[in-house]
């Protein structure tokens, strides 16, 4: 194998274009068994847009594995197994369901190694992906080629090892349709991943591989279920496949510092089959070529007198909210307290007044900006639905720094109204171009305290009441006040 020459494909570019869709954001929220998909003009969920872009490859032009043929943008690796084996990405502004996005791919390197089972080679590719409103995502993707073998080799794990602890441990057994959907979406036709007998006689796999990606995804789909913010950075690497019929664990835990988590995905012996990295933050970085995420800035001029100041602190919170009605609010009081007591925790409960539904963080910001409220108030009253029921009937921790993690009340089917209505509420949020996008996924959730204790989720009483009015809140930052400036009638 000539690397030499093969490195002479390191520094190729080119660039694509597509339409972000809402078709496949609506089939893969259904094959992640979202209840909802998000609407045109939300936000398009992180490592979604891994269903755009895909290569439309000739029949004529596929390898006997399903893969594309190499030789033309990618190095002719002689080398016939290959597999996407981790990542980098970055996040600044949203991708917005509907829009065209601009994507400019580079080969960034191409390495040699040699391995347990031979040659291999890793390439790593940059993509960067551009809306109007500038950088989106800045992606690097590792690849690995190999040479055939009649085996995998799977190192297994000593049974008797106890699994390594974490915050949330979910279980799931992906199935043959789990894999084939992912793979339709993503117009992935390697063929391990749906053609058991290919990926057993040719592969030497006992079953169908997982696809590394859907992995990821759902790695940051059961972490955002139970974070606020939204993704700022995800890193992952493959470490040993997932299989077919087999049950995984999506694993997770905070970092020491707050919006960072360390994530895994295990294989049924408890071994780590991925891990990954993840750094959340409230707010879009706007530009990723900012010091906010490491790459350089140009140097700007400056003048006596006009240097650039640092900005001020944020003061002032906005956001949109459903508050508890008086009954409501008190029993869940009420439970926060009997949940301190019979879990010893040491957080103490919110007061009533401050119990609410998070619709939408607008921002933060230093003094109230006049703009943005009444943009905010245009756009809510176009908002028009009648008055309806929710339910919370269970609680749980969110995820956050130690001592600063929040107990709150969550729902199921009991909710299904009120998603409707934040649905409505977000198309018109977006419409309206101010503050926060509206993010890709709306948890609902009540907090009740704030505590050290990491609870795992527990049935409670429902807590029910009629929603007949949202509200737009400014939070006075550190001083525990909500101050109403506007309220909408629901029904009216």
């Not at 707010?283 to 070529?289: A, N, Q, S």
């Amino acid at each position: 194998m000539d690397i030499s020459l093969l490195q002479t494909w390191v520094g190729r570019r080119r660039e694509e274009a597509a339409v972000i869709e809402g078709s496949s954001t609506a089939a893969l929220a259904a094959t992640l068994d979202h209840a909802d998909a998000p609407e045109p003009g939300a936000s398009l969920p992180p490592l979604w847009h891994w269903l755009y872009f895909t290569p439309r490859t000739r029949q004529s032009e596929l390898g006997a594995d399903g893969h594309p043929r190499l030789g033309d943008f990618m190095p002719p690796i002689p080398l016939t197994r290959r597999m996407w084996a981790g990542g980098r990405l970055r996040f600044g502004a949203p991708i917005l369901i509907g829009e065209t996005v601009r994507r400019e791919t580079e080969i960034q390197s191409i390495t040699h190694k040699s391995g347990g089972q031979g040659d291999l080679v890793f390439v790593t590719l940059r993509h960067r992906l551009h809306t109007d409103r500038g950088l989106a995502i800045d992606e690097e993707q590792d690849l690995v080629y190999r040479a055939p073998s009649q085996s995998a080799e799977i190192t297994a794990r000593d049974p008797a090892l106890a699994r390594e602890p974490a915050q949330w441990r979910e279980a799931l057994t992906p199935d043959p349709v789990l894999l084939f959907r992912y793979s339709a979406l993503t117009f992935n036709a390697h063929r391990i991943h749906y053609d058991a007998l290919y990926a057993k006689s040719e592969e030497g796999y006992p079953g169908l591989v997982v696809q590394g990606p859907l992995t990821a995804t759902l790695l940051v789909d059961r972490l955002l279920a139970r974070t606020e913010g939204r993704l700022a950075e995800f890193s992952f690497r493959g470490v040993r496949p997932l299989f077919a019929d087999a049950p995984l664990s999506l694993c997770g835990e905070g970092g020491e510092a707050r919006g960072e988590y360390r994530l895994w995905a295990e294989t049924p012996d408890g071994s780590t089959a991925m891990s990954a990295t993840a750094r959340t933050q409230i707010g879009w970085t706007r530009d990723l070529e900012s010091p906010e995420v490491g790459l350089p800035m140009p140097d700007q001029p400056s003048f006596p007198g006009f240097e650039r100041q640092p900005p001020l602190p944020a003061t002032d919170r906005l956001f949109l909210g459903v508050f508890l009605e008086r009954d409501a609010a008190a029993r869940g009081v009420d439970l926060a307290r009997r949940l301190r007591k019979d879990l010893n925790l040491r957080g103490m409960p919110l007061a009533a007044e401050r119990l609410h539904i998070t619709l939408h963080h607008i921002g933060d910001y230093a003094g109230l900006p006049p703009r943005v409220i009444a943009a905010i108030r245009d756009a809510a009253a176009t908002v028009r639905m009648d008055p309806f029921e929710v339910e919370f009937d269970r609680v749980a921790s969110f995820s956050g720094r130690p001592g600063n993690r929040p107990l709150v009340l969550r729902g199921g089917d009991g909710l299904a109204e009120l998603m409707k209505f934040q649905r409505g509420l977000s198309v018109a949020i977006t419409r309206a171009r101010v503050g926060r996008p509206v993010a890709s996924q709306f948890t609902p959730h009540v907090t009740l305290l704030y505590d050290d204790i990491q609870v795992e989720e527990l049935a409670v009483e429902p807590i029910r009441w009629i929603v007949r009015e949202f509200i737009l809140v400014h939070s006075l930052l550190g001083q525990t006040r909500h101050v109403p400036l506007a309220r909408w009638s629901l029904g009216g």
